[in-house]
């Protein structure tokens, strides 16, 4: 039921889009009608009173002959795919013809402006910004520096988008401002269309700046904030990184490239942009080395994307409509094949030790067996539905994230592909011939261009496959994915199970997830409630996991919880669960077989026991 909604939806959701580029088409062929040269958007941002986070701006546009000039602010921005409003950051609004004088206007939706023209000529608009939001990535300006993503910060109009673009900023004396748009002189960045400046986010302010040539292209490193880094550190292990790319492309597509960090509190995550990548890391978290492997691990993943995603991308994503939801089913390719590449990377550049990634591949195989959701939604739906995602834990019992079985689904078929070719074709083959086939900005791929590439790489059809793993909850073998290439899944001994997790609150332990068909579910515990205490005895903190694990699987436990500030009881039955997750570690005797494989499957030799 859910497989044919899904198609039809699909086959809806392609006409809008031929309209869509056609719509784009036309506005193309009106700007080049109506302006002979190449017409300019020229936009000017002030932001010499950076502490109440706002910012005055104002974007001057050509001539323009209709009877009105309509600008916008996106609904949301390339890279977070999830309905933002960026127009709700815009306040004091004011439209002026070329001598200044003031323009009638009205918002015609949430994030349009339509100004009346009484004749035709340039128009002028002036807005304050407020840009107080860090952990979106979008747009945040204080006393320190100014980090803006121009979606959420430069109005557009349709008809100039293909036009060129430039940007000149206002800042306090000290301050300096980084962007991978060409910057012809000091405070100032020219693109040749609005996409670009879209995609090439500016850090402004007194950050640690250093630059390094790696392979004839030049890169920049930024970092705003204070932590436990080392940032000399930073950028030699950054410099290892970037050469291993070519370990997967057979070219780089950008000639110079700036890795923005941000070492600050209460936020992480990461962007890609065309040329560009902001990282965010809280600013203790780049030790100890498991935390530090994390953001290198999120650096290569951000850098894979300048050719999965920035170069290449699925065709629901071409062109970009800032004004609604672009529809794929390949999110999972875009995200979660990123996130396979990624580690890899570190390994073959020295930074990583083959135990470190082993135990990152425990850890998701570990969250795969504990997502009931696995069962239940594909990754071509996950991808679709991204846009409406809960994420976290509570999704667990219905949707799989596109990161984590995404990963999963590229891992499979990477291994499949190297068993079904005995080691001549992988997974890098195929990225390489989407960026030969599609790199660029405009055209895209379709999930049948994916399974033509693998035709053509193997002689075979991958229908089969990717009915049952891609466009249905894989059944995921993991035995089958390891011992080709000589590892295997150790699992420890079997403890007493609830299939709850939880947090410390007030007075108990407040469940965070229950897992769909465990105990807990059976015994209809749900998110929220507080467990005060197990077979009359109060539990908290490490006592909590304790008290069930030091129980035996089968028995019946007496528990009191909290649901909404009314005491209650339930009783429940253990299951049973490995007591550590399953280890992912080398067999005893790999075969030359399973030690070639390896090599092919992440170009590194199969590692020595130890
Ligand atoms: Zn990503």
Redesign the pocket.
Known sequence: MIRSLHTRFLRRGRRPRIQQHLRLVAAVAVAVVASPVQARVDYVIDLTSPEHHLAQVSAVFPATPAPYLEVKMPAWRT?RYTILDLANGVRRFTATDGQGHPLSWRKIDKSTWRIELPQPGAVRVGYELYANELGLRTRHIDDSHAYLDASAVFMYADRYRADDVSVALSVPPAWKSYSGMTSPAPQRFVAPNWDILVDSPIETGIEKAYRFSEGGRDYEVTIWGDGNYDPGQVVADIRKIVPQAGSIWSGYPFQRYVFMIHATDGVGGAT?HRNSTVIQVPRWNFQPRAKYLDFLSTTA??FI?TWN?KNYRAAGMVPYDYERENYTDLLWL??GS??YFADPLLLRAGLMKPDEYFGNLSRLIDRHKHKFGANEQSVADASFDEWISVGGDRANNAQVDIYDEGQIASWMLDLALLQQTGGRISYRDVHEALYRRFGGPARGFTAADVRAILKELTGASWEAWWAQNVDSPARVDFDRLLAPVGLKLQAGPQVAWAGWSAEAAPGGMRLRSVERGSPAWGAGFVPDDIIVAIDGKRIAGDRFDAAIAESRAGATVTVSYFRRDQLAQKTMTLGSNPKERPAVVRVEHPTAAQMALFKRWLLIPYPKGS
């Open positions: 890279g890609e993943h951000e994307h995603v875009e995200e990123t996130e």
